[in-house]
């Protein structure tokens, strides 16, 4: 059964893996996630995270985010690697 964004707390740290087709606004839709921060104006100590994969987050210039890019030949290995990282650190 699908879940409602409402019931997402908001005290704890939550991972999100957008899907969709190329262009279809994933990224654009992710960084809005950064507008509660307060680096942006927000009273939320954390920023958003994103980790681009496809090399296209010059897009997102501007947008409340701090992010890590990876090539493709760190793909999946190197996107694993860090979000051990984060995992535990969380």
Not at 20 to 29: C, I, L, Q, T, V
Not at 61 to 81: H, K, S
Request: overall charge negative; aromatic content about 8%.
């Amino acid at each position: 059964m699908p879940l409602k964004t409402s019931d997402i707390p908001l005290e704890q740290t939550s991972l999100f893996l957008f899907v969709g087709p190329s262009d279809s606004g994933k990224s654009f839709a992710a960084s809005s996630f950064g507008l509660k921060s307060k680096e942006y104006g927000g009273d939320d100590d954390r920023p958003a995270y994103l980790m681009d994969c496809d090399g296209r987050v010059s897009a997102l210039r501007g947008r409340p985010v701090v992010y890590d890019t990876y090539t493709n030949i760190e793909g999946a290995i190197g996107v694993l690697n860090r979000l051990i990282e984060i995992r535990e650190t969380v």
